[in-house]
């Protein structure tokens, strides 16, 4: 069973992408990224965003087994990582951290995406 999440935004359908897929008891969400004035913010309204996604479909935060931290400007790689840390200190997911040119719009500094695997009831 596959199930596609959209969060209604015009660049799904154009860029052909789902906010996150369902597949069983594991969701995959897409980059993700936050709103705010800095690195840190961003990324902490970013985790809030895949928390809210997590939860709305029957998923946990501590369900998630893989993160992605993708950063455009690597010199304040080290407040995406606190910010990232802060969230799952004690879930630990595997975790990767990625440098990437400027994203698409140039207020986005950074996109995380995670991989959830929902625990049996």
Known sequence: MRTLISTGSPWEPKVGYSRA???????FISGTAGK???????????LATIETVLTENGFALSDVVQSRLVVADF???QDAAR???EVYSTIRPAF????ALPFVEDTILVEVEAIAVRRAA
């Open 36 to 46: 705010g004035p800095d690195v840190y913010a961003q990324t902490r309204d970013a």
């Open 96 to 99: 990767s951290l990625v440098h």
């Open 75 to 77: 010199e304040h790689w």
């Open 83 to 85: 910010a990232h840390g």
């Open 21 to 27: 897929v369902i597949v069983n008891d594991t969701i």
